[in-house]
């Protein structure tokens, strides 16, 4: 058995609760109201289905669920860009 095995954790596992979580990209559209929930988990099921050689932002703009610039903006926004 294990005896003297640490009974504390590491001060790098503990999580900031100040810290924000960036906001998803499909999160974002739909706040905006460019994009309703349904549409926006087909996309990630579409990239998904690509063996990830499609991120969600390109799915939206193949599957013409969203325009180019609009899922340009979002990125800009969801970086802090904008």
Not at 52 to 59: C, L, Q, S, V
Request: aromatic share 6%.
């Amino acid at each position: 058995m294990l005896r003297n095995w640490p009974t504390r954790r590491c001060s790098w596992s503990k999580v900031d609760p100040h810290a924000r979580r960036r906001q998803k990209l499909g999160e974002i559209l739909v706040g905006w109201g460019l994009l309703k929930p349904r549409p926006a988990r087909c996309a990630l099921k579409y990239a998904a289905r690509t063996g990830g050689r499609k991120k969600i932002g390109a799915a939206l703009v193949s599957l013409e669920l969203c325009k180019d610039e609009d899922v340009t903006k979002a990125l800009a926004t969801q970086f802090g860009l904008e």
